[in-house]
């Protein structure tokens, strides 16, 4: 097993206050090495990501090694989020696991067939969303290359 990365970024877009902050919360309980970043949407997470608007300094708005992505946001909806980024010749490498509320059949096989790594649906308690992330940790950081 390879060592495990230090300070990795994760960009959180989701537009529920209150998810993003049980994320937050479960990453701290889980002690992974991470920062998380949180864009309330769509067009936000690519402002970032392409360092436009407030996201121009580099330094604040490092390169993130996962994405965790929500579907329904306002300004642009999650699937349309995915299939840009995945069209994208410096953003397609970056691993998307989508956190969502949805478990509709449809929701799966799209996020799957626009690229993405990941489905989850959110958890219901804070205990299972620490366990999901420990999971994810373990996993993304520990197990698998990412690319830098």
Do not use: C
Not at 68 to 81: S, Y
Request: charged share 25%; aromatic share 6%.
């Amino acid at each position: 097993m390879k060592d495990r990365q230090p300070n990795v970024t994760i960009l959180m877009a989701d537009d529920d206050d209150d998810d993003s902050l049980l994320v937050h919360d479960a990453l701290l309980e889980s002690r992974l090495p991470i920062k998380l970043h949180i864009v309330r949407d769509g067009e936000e997470l690519m402002d970032y990501l392409s360092h436009r608007g407030l996201y121009t300094d580099v330094n604040k708005a490092p390169r993130p090694g996962l994405i965790f992505l929500d579907l329904n946001m306002p300004k642009k909806h999650g699937l349309e989020v995915l299939k840009e980024l995945k069209n994208h010749p410096q953003h397609r490498i970056i691993p998307v696991i989508v956190m969502t509320s949805s478990n509709t059949e449809e929701d799966i096989y799209n996020t799957y067939n626009l690229g993405a790594n990941s489905f989850i649906q959110k958890p219901r308690n804070f205990t299972s969303l620490v366990e999901v992330m420990k999971t994810i940790g373990k996993y993304w950081f520990e197990i698998v290359e990412l690319p830098l």
